[in-house]
């Protein structure tokens, strides 16, 4: 069973490629560092169906091996220095979805 965790982020005024690169790369590095950690992945939302994404600007997909996987993740250290990125560059404002299949 593999679990998806889904996050859309509002970029904070300032917020550009280059702070979007440094928050993808920070999020990369807890790849082998936290069990159950199978898979990161952080991109800007498509010009195309920007209108559809209600102000989101940038998406991550957070891919586990087990449900109990995404607590050990949340509580991880490392998932702390990159939850300060966050907040540096992103506004409170955002959508959070996990689920399995």
Request: aromatic share 12%; hydrophobic share 45%; glycine share 8%.
């Amino acid at each position: 069973m593999t679990v998806y965790h889904i996050v859309l982020f509002k970029c904070k005024r300032g917020t550009g490629p280059q702070e979007l690169a440094q928050f993808s790369q920070s999020a990369k590095q807890m790849l082998g560092q936290i069990p159950g950690l199978l898979a990161v992945e952080v991109g800007q939302a498509l010009e195309f169906t920007k209108p559809f994404a209600h102000g989101y600007d940038v998406g991550a997909v957070v891919t586990f091996a087990m449900p109990e996987d995404v607590e050990v993740f949340a509580k991880h250290p490392l998932h702390d220095g990159v939850m300060q990125l966050r907040d540096e560059f992103f506004e409170e404002d955002m959508l959070l979805l996990d689920f399995k299949f």
